[in-house]
């Protein structure tokens, strides 16, 4: 069993920046894909960025690639993710998930947390 808790989002200003931190807790080894996902209103919950158990890679959705920067540690059992040059579409509900696999695959993903909310504003 794997928990995962998301904090750091809030309301922003476009153009400004976040750092999103999710918490591992539970059963996860280092091995363990992190990702985060994103929900806006109405849209289904898209694939943002991901990473590998040891860090070494790390992918990231067209969206937002050039923007953010995803990481982790390990010894903090914590991942991050920095994005900077904020828009109003980035404006969702953000998920911190866990996998066996590295992926950018939803289905393949099975551990969620609750979401944190970033709004960003005009």
């Known amino acids: 069993q794997v928990t995962l808790i998301e904090s750091g989002g809030g309301l922003v200003q476009a153009g400004g920046s976040l750092r999103l931190s999710c918490l591992v807790s539970g059963s996860a080894s280092d091995d363990y894909t992190l990702a985060w996902f994103r929900q806006a209103p109405g849209l289904e919950r898209e694939f943002v960025s991901a990473i590998s158990g040891s860090g070494g890679t790390t992918f990231y959705a067209l969206s937002v690639k050039g923007r953010a920067t995803i990481s982790r540690d390990n010894a903090k059992n914590a991942m991050y993710l920095q994005v900077n040059s904020l828009k109003s579409e980035d404006t969702a509900v953000y998920y911190c998930?866990?996998?066996?696999?590295?992926?950018?695959?939803?289905?393949?993903?099975?551990?969620w947390g609750q979401g944190t909310q970033v709004t960003v504003s005009a």
């Open positions: 998930a866990g996998s066996r696999t590295i992926t950018d695959s939803i289905g393949l993903y099975s551990s």
